[in-house]
């Protein structure tokens, strides 16, 4: 990913250094026939490294700002936090294997984003990434013309609230009781269900959606020491 974001000076590369983490997940996709969306364009230049990245994927997008065609796919100007906009997006592309949430960074709008893309667009052993989640420790600002009024235990931070599931994860080892971190999660049960892995890096969570075969080997076993719990 170095090589392909410092040809477009793209500040993923230049100040973020997200080829730190991501590389151990995209790179095993570089020659796949996929389906890549991100969220937020801005100035292309992240575009422009997606589709010499991926030369044999479709590279889909949205911006609240610009519509356009490009050589491997469409930017469709919608607002991720308006649903009519996120379902037309869907019935054209039906479902993406990598979705990058490079939007507002509004914390309520990464939230939203997540519970929607991850269960109906997102196929299934896909990766979800929501990058610039600094945002989530601010206790004031504007951005992009949102207010943002967040904080490091707020509510509304979207890194305290997969922080406080990490435990779905491990969820074959809870007892019935410990479980209500379930139905007190703000990310919806069916995204729940299916989250195989989170990872934390420098400003950015990467979240993979299981395979169906994972799922239903792995989502609701009944854990073989139980006596010990």
């Not at 269900?193 to 400003?203: L, M, V």
Request: contains cysteine; aromatic residues 16%; glycine residues 6%.
């Amino acid at each position: 990913m170095f090589n392909f974001g410092i040809k477009y000076k793209t500040d993923k590369l230049t100040h973020h250094g997200y080829e730190r983490f991501y590389d151990m997940f995209l790179y095993p996709l570089i020659n796949k026939d996929i389906i890549f969306f991100e969220i937020g364009i801005d100035s292309s230049r992240s575009l422009k490294m997606w589709n010499d990245m991926f030369k044999n994927g479709k590279i889909y997008g949205m911006d609240i700002e610009v519509n356009f065609v490009h050589e491997k796919g469409e930017i469709f100007k919608g607002d991720q936090s308006n649903q009519d906009d996120l379902d037309r997006i869907i019935s054209i592309i039906n479902k993406a294997n990598i979705i990058v949430d490079d939007g507002s960074h509004k914390p309520e709008h990464q939230l939203y984003t997540f519970n929607y893309l991850f269960e109906k667009l997102l196929a299934f052993g896909g990766i979800y990434i929501i990058e610039d989640v600094e945002t989530n420790y601010w206790t004031k600002g504007k951005l992009y013309d949102y207010d943002i009024n967040a904080g490091y235990n707020a509510d509304n931070n979207v890194v305290k609230i997969f922080r406080d599931i990490i435990d779905i994860v491990n969820r074959e080892f809870l007892l019935e009781k410990h479980q209500i971190i379930i139905k007190q999660s703000k990310i919806n049960y069916e995204n729940l269900k299916y989250i195989s892995s989170i990872t934390f890096g420098a400003n950015c969570i990467i979240i993979k959606k299981m395979t169906t075969k994972e799922y239903d080997r792995y989502a609701n076993r009944k854990y073989r020491f139980s006596a010990y719990l």
